[in-house]
T-cell receptor, first 114, second 113 residues
Framework: DGGITQSPKYLFRKEGQNVTLSCEQNLNHDAMYWYRQDPGQGLRLIYYSQIVNDFQKGDIAEGYSVSREKKESFPLTVTSAQKNPTAFYLC?????????????FGDGTRLSIL | GQQVMQIPQYQHVQEGEDFTTYCNSSTTLSNIQWYKQRPGGHPVFLIQLVKSGEVKKQKRLTFQFGEAKKNSSLHITATQTTDVGTYFCAGKAGGTSYGKLTFGQGTILTVHP
């Protein structure tokens, strides 16, 4: 079954620690995205990538880093520089054909601070 | 930068009542998408509107795109408990990077049986 897999589902971070959230898709989509969801603020774009080995900052990239070494994988690292990392993180992917293709989302990773 | 505002933030209705959420953009949009997120779930694509003044229907859901392509609405007729969730609009401004969407804050719909 095609889809997007995010892991882990829950993650806890200690102060000063970097953590990496995994996102894998088997939809053969070119574009991948990372969003942060906080209550009452909708989805905010952290980073996105339209092609392997290339990515762009979104609206709230500070304190985060990504890589796109393979088409199907787009991991997000939450660094210690991100002072308020507690949130629900959603990964999405889309094809790049036509006007604007729908985004398909994973089940998300909920990150909390210990 | 582009902003997409969505109102209301919360809406509580009795089952059978109608529901509408509104989306307004600070800039002209090339298209707008709507998503639904069930409690504890992830957003799921509902529909995309592209043309000025476009109206699309999906069973009890009616989606509209304004003439100026700066606003949109989602109307649900005779809500059911299965309609519970958060509804997001997401717009793409003309000239922005391919596929990059700006999401509204969402409207959380509660339906009381």
């Amino acid at each position: 079954d095609g889809g997007i897999t995010q892991s882990p589902k829950y993650l806890f971070r200690k102060e000063g620690q970097n953590v990496t959230l995994s996102c894998e898709q088997n939809l053969n989509h070119d574009a991948m995205y990372w969003y942060r969801q906080d209550p009452g603020q909708g989805l905010r774009l952290i980073y996105y990538s339209q092609i392997v080995n290339d990515f762009q900052k979104g609206d709230i990239a500070e304190g985060y880093s990504v890589s796109r070494e393979k088409k199907e994988s787009f991991p997000l690292t939450v660094t210690s520089a991100q002072k308020n990392p507690t949130a629900f993180y959603l990964c999405a992917s889309s094809s790049l054909g036509g006007n604007n293709q729908p985004q398909h989302f994973g089940d998300g990773t909920r990150l909390s601070i210990l | 930068g582009q902003q997409v505002m969505q109102i209301p933030q919360y809406q509580h209705v009795q089952e059978g009542e109608d529901f509408t959420t509104y989306c307004n953009s600070s800039t002209t949009l090339s298209n707008i998408q709507w998503y639904k997120q069930r409690p504890g779930g992830h957003p799921v694509f509902l529909i995309q509107l592209v043309k000025s003044g476009e109206v699309k229907k999906q069973k009890r859901l009616t989606f509209q795109f304004g003439e100026a392509k700066k606003n949109s609405s989602l109307h649900i007729t005779a809500t059911q408990t299965t309609d519970v969730g958060t509804y997001f609009c997401a717009g793409k401004a003309g000239g922005t990077s391919y596929g990059k969407l700006t999401f509204g804050q969402g409207t959380i719909l509660t339906v009381h049986p």
